[in-house]
């Protein structure tokens, strides 16, 4: 019942933003994320280059956009206990940046999208 219900979310959810598409610039999320656990969608983004996203999520997720240089991990963008956000990210500089989420108090499922241009 609990995955049927999930199906239903992520169906509205494509259904009311457009997801699904068969666009190579668009990289669509859906995933179930364990209690506990998260899921990342990473991709090069150069200098000042955009990256518009949105997503939703059944349960609250902490949400942040980071890239890694060496040892330490930078946050551009850091949001806790969140139900979905989007907007229009873009790089002051060019890394692998990662789009990631974390299912900290129960289980997630997320649905949304990342456009790559």
Request: glycine share 6%; hydrophobic share 40%; charged share 30%.
């Amino acid at each position: 019942m609990q995955r049927l219900l999930a199906f239903l979310f992520a169906s509205l959810v494509f259904a009311a933003f457009g997801y699904g598409s068969d666009r190579e610039d668009v990289v669509v999320v859906t995933v179930s994320i364990p209690m506990g656990k998260m899921h990342e969608e990473c991709q090069r983004v150069e200098a000042g280059h955009k990256r518009r996203y949105n997503w939703r999520s059944d349960a609250p997720v902490d949400f942040n956009i980071h890239y890694h240089k060496e040892t330490e991990v930078f946050y551009p963008v850091k949001r806790d206990a969140m139900r979905g956000d989007g907007g229009t990210f873009r790089a002051k500089t060019a890394e692998d940046y990662c789009w990631m989420w974390t299912a900290r108090d129960k289980p997630a499922t997320i649905s949304g999208r990342i456009e790559l241009k």
